[in-house]
Nanobody, 123 residues
């Protein structure tokens, strides 16, 4: 049974940092591309960042480029999202997702998902 568990969210002020974690189990972690998405109530789920199976390649949404960093630890079976200089527009539920390489996550079609962690950024 694949399980992805996010943690690290919270309420913070604009300009500060948070690090989200996603602990994976029930899968051969090193075979999976790992991704972060976020969603605001009433809006579509938005891609945030992706790291490939061995951590050698990353990809970011333009809205977070330069502020967020995705990384992974294939020993701990954990993927991270370091979020710096947070803005109120970053407020959302952040979801961890996985797809077996070379596939990537397609919301509504393919991928495993965590239950999300709330990030709220006040101005």
């Amino acid at each position: 049974q694949v399980q992805l568990v996010e943690s690290g969210g919270g309420l913070v002020q604009a300009g500060v940092s948070l690090r989200l974690s996603c602990a994976a189990s029930g899968l051969t972690f090193r075979r999976y591309n790992m991704e972060w998405f976020r969603q605001v109530p009433g809006k579509e789920r938005e891609f945030v960042a992706r790291v490939n199976w061995n951590g050698g390649s990353t990809y970011y949404a333009g809205s977070v480029q330069g502020r967020f960093t995705i990384s992974r630890d294939n020993v701990k079976n954990t993927v991270y999202l370091q979020m710096n200089n947070l803005k109120p527009t970053d407020t959302a539920v952040y979801y961890c997702a996985a797809a077996e390489s070379p596939l990537t996550v397609v919301p509504g079609t393919y991928g495993y998902w965590g239950q999300g962690t709330q990030v709220t950024v006040s101005s």
